[in-house]
């Protein structure tokens, strides 16, 4: 089944959500991405329609990030979850705030939806080949604002391997760092391009 990024962001939810959180932005990204990422997230899509990014931040404006295992050394982000089909989106956000921290909320708000179409790439010049088919991704943002307890995966197939309490003006420093992964290889840079947008979202947001 082929999806598009409307299917994964309906218009009924967003209402829905604006009505429990307020109005809240949404942006559209086209990242270029080689074959064997599209292979890779369009699989994803029979798992998951999309997921949930972490935004926690101490009174002091400081925010989680963490790294995992696989990672390369030095990266690390703010942390996500994935979003099963049927699931309602603030389900999503409480279960996998539980599983990637053992932390509850009962103030979040929702920054913003990032919805992204994932194209090919023309091996020659690098272009985006407008003739093959795009995914689609999304990402919803929320913050959980004045944190005080430290986190605890639950889950230990995430592989986390640290936390940190990092600056929120360090979330320029990581979306530069998931930019240039291209240096590492092309599949690691896919994910860092893709992943560096939310970071610069999080950092210009207001809150």
Known sequence: MIHTL???MPQSELAALRNRYGDFPI??????????SLKEYRSQLKR???EILLVLSRPTGEVLMHTKVFYPQGVYRLPTGGIDWNEPVPDAW???LWEETQLKSSSERLLGVIGYEFVGYSAADGTADETADSVPFVTYVFQQPDVVGDPIPLDE??????????PRADLKLAAANLSGLDRISSEKG????????AHDFVHDAPW
């Open 6 to 8: 409307a299917d994964l």
């Open 48 to 50: 998951r329609r999309g």
């Open 190 to 197: 896919d994910w860092g391009r893709f992943r560096a947008v």
């Open 157 to 166: 197939s995430e592989q986390i391997s640290d936390f940190q309490w990092q």
């Open 27 to 36: 942006l559209t990204h086209r990242i270029k991405m080689g074959p064997d």
């Open 94 to 96: 409480h279960r996998e």
